[in-house]
């Protein structure tokens, strides 16, 4: 079996929990996932199931979320699973005030990440060190805001605003909200999050544990293709024998009118893996087939 499985993480789960739980079910080893969520968070978690472990880098970067912020509230982690630093309520915080503070949240960015995240440091995941009382000074980081979309306002002492966001890979949403509430002078904390895309997968398509249980139990379940997910990349096609050849290795004459990463297929339309093209040669990558 491989291919791709979208999955609906559920709350309180880990990815790790997932790909565990998913291994199980379908008696499979290799299975990997394409971008951490958080335990709070639900949503989209691409798992790639047999030699489609090694196409996750080639995944698109950009994700969607459905996001909720908590303002005048503070915590640990920057989320609600934390513990509390600061709670004040901010009821005289308007509507207008929050959009024009959301505004400067566009295009290419730099945040901070939460101490509690899965950031290596010296070989050391930050959510380890902050565990065991270490006090470590986080890098900044770039990250790229492509778009965002207010979808709710609801007030009160402790007002809430529900957002979509567009982002690129590496983004902590986490971050937005304590950064967010820091410039309106407030605290703002996430009060939860839904992952709507990652890796090419939407989830209005996405499997929850329950109906991937279910469709196994009924023989119904199929993978996602391998080269689903691939498609904002460029691809070429090989006749039978070089084909051949490029699928042992060897590195084919090729001029193209673009270089890069690309799919290779064969002359019937089989998905044969990932090649790169430069000074007019395709270059084995990954191979599946």
């Not at 529900?162 to 971050?175: E, N, P, Q």
């Not at 469709?215 to 691809?235: E, I, K, M, N, R």
Request: glycine letters at 8%; aromatic letters at 6%.
């Amino acid at each position: 079996m491989q291919g791709f499985l979208n999955l609906n993480k559920p709350f309180d789960w880990t990815s790790h929990d997932c790909v565990a739980r998913v291994r199980k079910l379908l008696h499979l080893k290799r299975v990997g996932h394409g971008g951490t969520l958080d335990p709070a968070a639900t949503g989209v978690l691409p798992m790639a199931l047999g030699r489609a472990t090694r196409l996750l880098q080639y995944l698109p970067d950009h994700k969607a979320y459905q996001a909720t912020i908590r303002f005048g509230v503070q915590t640990t982690t920057d989320d609600l699973q934390g513990e509390i630093i600061n709670s004040q309520p901010c009821p005289a915080l308007n509507f207008p005030d929050v959009t024009t503070a959301l505004a400067q949240f566009q295009g290419k960015i730099t945040q901070v990440p939460p101490i509690y995240s899965a950031i290596q440091i010296d070989g050391k995941r930050l959510y380890d060190l902050a565990r065991q009382g270490e006090t470590v000074e986080v890098p900044q980081r770039k990250v790229e805001i492509f778009h965002t979309e207010i979808l709710h306002w609801r007030e009160g002492d402790f007002p809430e605003l529900d957002i979509a966001i567009v982002c690129g890979g590496g983004t902590y949403i986490r971050a937005i909200a304590r950064d967010l509430g820091a410039m309106l002078e407030t605290g703002g904390t996430l009060a939860a999050l839904i992952r709507t895309e990652s890796g090419g997968f939407q989830l209005i398509d996405s499997l929850t544990l329950t109906d991937l249980e279910t469709q196994l139990q009924a023989g119904t379940f199929q993978p996602s293709v391998p080269d689903v997910a691939l498609q904002h990349l460029p691809s070429v096609t090989l006749p039978a024998i070089p084909a051949q050849k490029w699928c042992h290795g060897q590195k084919i004459p090729l001029t193209v009118d673009f270089s890069g990463i690309t799919r290779v297929y064969n002359q019937e339309a089989c998905f044969l893996g990932i090649g790169k093209l430069e000074n007019d040669a395709l270059i084995p990558t990954t191979v599946l087939s």
